[in-house]
């Protein structure tokens, strides 16, 4: 059983595993942590999202979350680091149902910003899009100002398609098609 000071290390869970991260489906004990995730200004900055006003808001998401995953198997992911077990954030897919694609999300805790996580994350979420459950393409949308996340997506292979509007903010849209299979 895992005490206060144990950190969550559940691999069995993870449905999606790098070298270094573990994803897994949110759960109703990951409330706490997507409110402190989304306590910070700077890591909401360039999502059109507020922080959220109650614990109430936050479950909302997070049961949102969980009924997406049993629903389509997809969703956002939380994050974990392997060895340590550290909730480093959340990455993963999100289905539109008015557009009939998934697009890639991501979002970390700053202190772990710059550790090559988003891209890592990302990777395995567009193997697992593709690879897993088949879906012919994936959007993303990123705020100009956020040229970190505009590298994670083009590091990915995501392609610009032009300015759009994303939660009523400005910001340039992605997409990325699945590979064609090698001819053979």
Known sequence: MLGPETKDID?????LSTERLGLR???PSDVPFMMDLNSDPEV???????????EGEARAVVERLMHQFQ?????RFVVTHRQTGE????????WHEDIARADLGY???????????ASEAGAA?????FEELGLPGLVAHAMLENAASV????????????????KGLAAEGFELARPAPPAG
Do not use: Q
């Open 151 to 166: 590298r994670v997506l083009e590091k990915l292979g995501f392609r610009r398609t032009g300015p759009t509007v994303f």
């Open 71 to 75: 629903a389509f198997r997809m969703g």
């Open 107 to 117: 979002r970390f805790f700053r202190k772990h910003w710059g550790n090559g996580y």
């Open 125 to 129: 979420c567009v193997r697992y899009a």
């Open 44 to 54: 909401i900055r360039y999502t059109g999202d507020p922080a959220f006003a109650s």
């Open 87 to 94: 909730k480093l954030g959340w990455c993963g897919l999100r």
């Open 25 to 27: 489906p949110h759960r």
């Open 11 to 15: 691999e069995a869970a993870a449905v």
